[in-house]
């Protein structure tokens, strides 16, 4: 998939996802332990054309970490992850102490200087799992971790995905 026809996809699902009615939504864990939301970040969902989205980032912006997508009741998920030029070629994810990795696809990201990896995974993966339960989802790589939080109210996106996904 090309970077720019990626970033498309990615404001598209965010700006579909920011302006979409959200309807009761699960709270979110209040173990204290747990990691806390970056003030102007969450977790997005949007639908279309029966593919199920799951974006990370800042709404109607390109500033993406994290997409989750896949073939509504696949239980198969594309993930896409923008990294700095040097990040390897796997996609590390951790959630509550469960952590996979995945090899990944590297695409060049000309206009930024970065790289877009994509990699496949199944929905009913352990880390996955964990992450549907505590709200929150790290990746990883040397020397770096960023940490994806749920808003408050904003929770059963992430369970939506996922029972889309199957």
Same mark, same amino acid.
Request: proline content about 7%.
């Given at each position: ?20 009615? +959200?309807?009761?939504? *699960? ?31 800042? *709404? ?19 993930? +896409?992850? &923008? +990294? ?7 996609? *590390? ?11 990944? +696809? ?9 790289? &877009? ?22 990746? &990883? ?26």
């Amino acid at each position: 998939m090309s970077p720019i026809r990626l970033s498309l996809l990615a404001l598209a699902a965010l700006s579909a996802a920011a302006c979409a009615s +959200t309807g009761p939504t *699960a709270p979110a864990p209040t173990d204290g332990s747990a990691p806390q939301p970056l003030a102007d970040h969450d977790w997005f969902g949007a639908t279309d054309e029966r593919v199920a989205h799951l974006t990370f980032g800042r *709404a109607e912006s390109d500033d993406v970490w994290l997409m989750l997508s896949c073939a509504a009741g696949s239980g198969r998920l594309a993930l +896409t992850q &923008y +990294t700095g030029p040097d990040d390897g070629s796997r996609i *590390a994810l951790e959630s509550g102490g469960e952590t996979e990795s995945w090899p990944a +696809t590297r695409e060049p990201d000309e206009m930024n200087g970065g790289v &877009y990896l994509t990699a496949r995974a199944d929905a009913d993966t352990p880390v996955f799992l964990r992450f549907r339960r505590v709200g929150w989802l790290a990746a &990883y790589g040397d020397g770096w971790r960023e940490v994806m939080v749920a808003q408050p109210g904003s929770a059963g996106r992430v369970e939506r995905f996922f029972a889309d996904c199957g």
